[in-house]
T-cell receptor, first 112, second 113 residues
Framework: DVKVTQSSRYLVKRTGEKVFLECVQDMDHENMFWYRQDPGLGLRLIYFSYDVKMKEKGDIPEGYSVSREKKERFSLILESASTNQTSMYLCASRGGGPWEQYFGPGTRLTVT | AQSVTQPDIHITVSEGASLELRCNYSYGATPYLFWYVQSPGQGLQLLLK??????LVQGIKGFEAEFKRSQSSFNLRKPSVHWSDAAEYFCAVGMDSSYKLIFGSGTRLLVRP
């Protein structure tokens, strides 16, 4: 079974802190994705990566950056957390079929 | 622009009743279509997918979906709902060679005992 893990299920941070969300997949997938999920808005793509050190902006990249130094790991960075970044963050990797994505359990981030 | 619409925010059905969740998409070419389910506090799990061929596709947990090109729809169905089906359901469209997915806003299913 494909496994996508995220470093934390719940996280509470203060405004202005630098926040790292980590995602690891164990299936040697090339593509990885970060989404945020908000009620009524579904999933919105923040960034994705199609190879090590390669990244592209998604639909809502403002306030976020990413890092992919190893194929299995894709990190989402909030340089200076703000309250409007309070959300559920989901990581996914692509494999199996052309567009089939496998999701991690999510990290619920609260910024106070 | 490509988009996915799930017109129902919430749906409530009785256990044992049939279910249909609606999904409409806007995309110029033949779409690649998915349904995902998210149980409370969990990530998304793939229920089924359509790439080509037979327009009625079977998925896990007894779900099926039918692709109707003329209506730009990909509705999810289940003949008899179980209490464990209570969750949020997302329709998604795959687009171009970037392998990105566009998701609908989700439908929350509640199951009455």
């Amino acid at each position: 079974d494909v496994k996508v893990t995220q470093s934390s299920r719940y996280l509470v941070k203060r405004t202005g802190e630098k926040v790292f969300l980590e995602c690891v997949q164990d299936m040697d997938h090339e593509n990885m994705f970060w989404y945020r999920q908000d009620p009524g808005l579904g999933l919105r793509l923040i960034y994705f990566s199609y190879d090590v050190k390669m990244k592209e902006k998604g639909d809502i990249p403002e306030g976020y950056s990413v890092s992919r130094e190893k194929k299995e790991r894709f990190s989402l960075i909030l340089e200076s957390a703000s309250t409007n970044q309070t959300s559920m963050y989901l990581c996914a990797s692509r494999g199996g079929g052309p567009w089939e994505q496998y999701f991690g359990p999510g990290t619920r981030l609260t910024v106070t | 622009a490509q988009s996915v619409t799930q017109p129902d925010i919430h749906i409530t059905v009785s256990e044992g009743a049939s279910l249909e969740l609606r999904c409409n998409y806007s995309y110029g070419a033949t779409p690649y279509l998915f349904w995902y389910v998210q149980s409370p506090g969990q990530g998304l799990q793939l229920l089924l997918k359509y790439f080509s061929g037979d327009t009625l596709v079977q998925g896990i947990k007894g779900f099926e979906a039918e692709f109707k090109r003329s209506q730009s729809s990909f509705n999810l169905r289940k003949p008899s709902v179980h209490w464990s089906d209570a969750a949020e359901y997302f329709c998604a469209v795959g687009m171009d060679s970037s392998y990105k997915l566009i998701f609908g806003s989700g439908t929350r299913l509640l199951v009455r005992p």
